[in-house]
Nanobody
Framework: QVRLVESGGGLVQPGGSLRLSCAAS????????MSWYRQAPGKERELVAA????????NYADSVKGRFTISRDNAKNTVYLQMNSLKPEDTAVYSC?????????????WGQGTQVTVSS
């Protein structure tokens, strides 16, 4: 059984910062690309940030570039999302994703999500 558990969400004022964590267990964490998605009420789920299995490449949505940073610590089986200069439009449920592509198909796992609310 693969398990991903997010933490670090909460209520923050505009301009504030928050760090999300995603702890993984029961699979080869270092073999998976990791990413953060978010979904706001009435909107489709969107990719926020992604990082390759070795941490050598990252990618961000245009809306968060320069404000968010994704990182991973393979020794701790954990991926992080540092969020700075938060805006009300960042309010959403943030979910952690693990993906590994092999010859037989794609392995894709999700956490339950953590709520981030940006409000004054």
């Amino acid at each position: 059984q693969v398990r991903l558990v997010e933490s670090g969400g909460g209520l923050v004022q505009p301009g504030g910062s928050l760090r999300l964590s995603c702890a993984a267990s029961r699979f080869s964490f270092s073999s998976f690309a990791m990413s953060w998605y978010r979904q706001a009420p009435g909107k489709e789920r969107e990719l926020v940030a992604a990082i390759t299995s070795g941490g050598g490449m990252t990618n961000y949505a245009d809306s968060v570039k320069g404000r968010f940073t994704i990182s991973r610590d393979n020794a701790k089986n954990t991926v992080y999302l540092q969020m700075n200069s938060l805006k009300p439009e960042d309010t959403a449920v943030y979910s952690c994703n693990a993906r590994r592509v092999v010859t037989g198909g794609t392995y894709d796992y999700w956490g339950q999500g953590t709520q981030v609310t940006v409000s004054s």
